[in-house]
């Protein structure tokens, strides 16, 4: 059965742009458009889309307060159309199941690797589990931590990190809130595209009581520290003297992805072994349960978030059915689970 579409998009261009190029494809059917948000408020109960695409930025309503009317009235599948703006993790907070950055038409095969994008995000997006954003504004305040919560000083030398995927902005976020500042070094594979990654780690530095950043080339892992793998770059840990730091290269896809959760965690694996934490939380297809069964098989302690709080249940249920996942937890209980490990280290 086709995957009916609803186009929301104020410019004519690109809502003819879309409507052709999806209807290209044999599982998407174009329902309907609106020009604006809330031509679409109005739309979407009377069409009844499975899946609506939505341009952040219109005139009049926003395509965030559009979201908030209609993941409370009428909750639906929405994948975002943007360019690089910071207003996407306000749309994917609202309850977005994901984001396409908007084509560089100046780019060779930008608008076709566009197009192919946002049709397997659409394909996603359609059988994804929606958040009430309530729920989870409910589950990150009950996961905020005191500035001075403590962290037992043996764990030090643990190394965690955490990959994921569609959902995984807002999940990784309400696990770095439930965290102490001084939590051991983090590194986190989230896949974005590049300018996404730097301002993703700026906004969990606002918010997070641990630092945040993206990471750089030869940065070092240490406690109170979390670095963002950058859009486009594959990420390893590797060691420099007697500590952890991260390599940032250019690098073909692995599992799909670049940055690839399976990447950074064999790396962490052979690096750190049995002082390390694996955590894989949602996103579709299999990235990273590979590397983590190679992180548990080497030692580490591994954490997968279950199927109800996830978004899309793909990543950790291909973990869990394959052995990698030594312990399951909801989003909100993840910070929970781990500081319970660290302290008896």
């Known amino acids: 059965m086709k995957t009916r579409v609803l186009i929301v998009d104020d410019s004519i261009f690109f809502r003819r742009f879309l409507t052709d190029k999806l209807s290209a494809f044999p599982s998407i059917e174009i329902v ?3 020009t604006n948000a809330l031509e679409a408020k109005y739309a979407i109960p009377r069409i009844k889309p499975d899946v609506v695409t939505l341009d952040v930025e219109m005139p009049g309503m926003s395509g965030i307060e559009l979201l908030r009317l209609i993941m409370s009235d009428f909750p639906v599948p929405v994948v975002l159309v943007s360019a690089v703006n910071m207003n996407v993790f306000d749309a994917l907070s609202a309850g977005a199941v ?34 009430s954003p309530g729920r989870l504004a409910a589950q990150t305040v009950q996961a905020q931590v005191p500035q001075s919560a403590i ?3 043996r764990s030090k030398s643990v190394l965690i990190a955490i990959g994921a995927s569609t959902g995984g902005t807002e999940a990784t976020l309400v696990v770095l809130k439930g965290l102490p500042k001084n939590t051991p070094g983090i590194v986190v594979v989230q896949h974005m595209p590049p300018g996404f990654t730097k301002m993703y780690a700026d906004r969990l530095n606002g918010i997070c009581p641990m630092e945040v950043r993206e990471a750089k080339d030869g940065d070092r892992v240490q406690q109170g520290l979390c670095l963002i793998a950058p859009g486009d770059l594959q990420m390893q840990v590797v060691h420099s003297g007697t500590y952890y730091a991260v390599k940032c290269f250019k ?3 692995v599992s799909g992805h670049c940055p690839s959760v399976d990447v ?11 002082n390390s934490v694996g955590i894989i939380m949602t ?32 990543m950790p249920m291909v973990a869990f059915n394959i052995g990698a996942v030594a312990k399951q937890a909801p989003c909100e209980g993840i910070s ?10």
């Not at 950074?264 to 049995?274: D, K, L, P």
């Not at 990273?288 to 978030?305: D, P, S, V």
């Open 32 to 34: 309907g458009y609106a």
């Open 264 to 274: 950074m965690f064999h790396s962490v694996a052979e690096t750190a072994g049995r």
């Open 98 to 131: 994901d984001f396409v950055k908007k084509p560089d038409a100046d780019v060779p095969g930008a608008p076709q690797r566009f197009i192919q994008e946002l049709a397997d995000k659409i394909a996603i997006a359609k059988n994804a589990h929606l958040r």
């Open 283 to 314: 996103g579709m297809g299999k990235d990273g349960a590979e590397g983590l069964l190679h992180m548990r098989k080497n030692g580490a302690f591994t954490i997968g978030q279950d199927e109800e709080s996830c978004v899309v249940y793909g």
């Open 336 to 345: 929970q689970v781990l500081k319970a490990h660290l302290n008896r280290l």
């Open 251 to 253: 690098g073909e896809k």
């Open 151 to 153: 962290i037992g000083m």
